[in-house]
Nanobody
């Protein structure tokens, strides 16, 4: 079982930046894919970014050019760098990991973009 612990959410002004972290309990090399979802109030959870172990990273259209998913395999941690934040980015952000067709979730972290 893969355990994921998130950190880094908070309140930021429009145009600002935040970096979310997701620490995995096991090596990222043992995980098939990782990424981030978000869920805004009253909306369905949506995929923000995903990365397969040996593949490229994908981004949802609303965040392309602003968000970057990166990994630190030495720390078993991956990140979501969020730049040029907009009020519509306000949501609870969840990291996830897939391994052998089992999906694991982080606990979620609130990101609020407001002046």
């Amino acid at each position: 079982q893969v355990q994921l612990v998130e950190s880094g959410g908070g309140l930021v002004q429009p145009g600002g930046s935040l970096r979310l972290s997701c620490a995995a309990s096991e090596s990222l090399f043992s995980i098939d894919s990782i990424g981030w979802y978000r869920q805004a109030p009253g909306k369905q959870r949506e995929l923000v970014s995903s990365s397969r172990r040996w593949g490229s990273t994908q981004y949802a259209d609303p965040v392309k050019g602003r968000f970057v998913l990166s990994k630190d395999t030495a720390k078993n941690t991956f990140y979501l760098q969020m730049n040029s934040l907009k009020p519509e980015d306000t949501a609870v952000y969840y990291c996830y990991a897939d391994r052998t067709n089992v999906h694991y979730w982080g606990q979620g972290t609130q990101v609020t973009v407001s002046s």
